[in-house]
């Protein structure tokens, strides 16, 4: 049994892309996840330190290289895969708010009532970085903002618990009942890396290496792209 876990951002993808994978090799495997980063009780660092084994890892870039760094990947399996970029989200009906630019984004954000980023990568740069840059008082939206733990941004979306939500694309589209409105402003757009990479205990480098040349085959791209996602 194959052992494979997978952050959000590729794992509507992935979803599509094992059980061709599988019934091509004839392999079984289990699916699990977690967030990149985070303290979520299922996030993929609270695994690793309850000493969870997985074959197979996709997950953010920088955690592969810290998990690495820790002993627990092996940096020579590692594969950049795709680029992900955060998307801004409202329930379906409501104010479809002006985040075309940094000055109207800025002040979708003082306007809105309640806010909610992941608890992962999307969700660390904007409460460390972007929030800090834009605003010369960033408590205004941390007093209303939600880290969102172990669930997708657009389900809390659409439960009405929070107006406005803040996550990768990929994660945001298969979410039914929510509007995408965008992506951030150029000012401050990034793309975030996901790739994968083996643990340093597993016996599985040949099905692994036949699974990174499957995901290279043009219909499976297909797949990646229409997930949200641009493929490296």
Do not use: C
């Amino acid at each position: 049994m194959l052992k494979i876990i997978t952050s959000g951002a590729f794992a509507a993808a992935l979803e599509k892309i094992l059980p061709l994978f599988a019934q091509k090799n004839n392999i079984t495997y289990e699916l699990s996840y977690g967030s990149s980063f985070g303290e979520a009780n299922d996030s993929i660092p609270s695994r690793i330190k309850k000493n969870e084994h997985f074959d197979i890892y996709f997950l953010a870039e920088g955690a592969i290289n810290r998990h690495h760094e820790e002993g627990i990947l092996d940096i020579k399996t590692k594969h950049n895969i795709v680029s992900s970029e955060i998307g801004v989200a409202v329930k379906n009906g409501s104010n479809l708010y002006d985040i075309s630019s940094l000055e109207s984004f800025k002040d979708t954000l003082i306007s809105s009532k309640s806010i909610g980023y992941a608890a992962s990568a999307s969700g660390i740069y904007l409460a460390n970085t972007v929030f800090p840059k834009i605003f010369n008082d960033p408590d205004v939206i941390f007093k209303k903002s939600k880290k969102i733990l172990s669930e997708r941004v657009g389900s809390v979306i659409l439960r009405g618990d929070i107006e406005i939500g803040f996550q990768q694309y990929s994660e945001l589209l298969p979410i039914k009942g929510i509007k995408i409105i965008g992506m951030l402003p150029k000012e401050i757009r990034k793309p975030f890396i996901f790739g994968s990479a083996m643990s340093n205990n597993s016996t599985s480098e040949p099905i692994y290496t036949k699974l990174i040349e499957f995901i290279k085959h043009n219909d499976i791209q297909k797949i990646i792209t229409n997930s949200g996602l641009k493929v490296l």
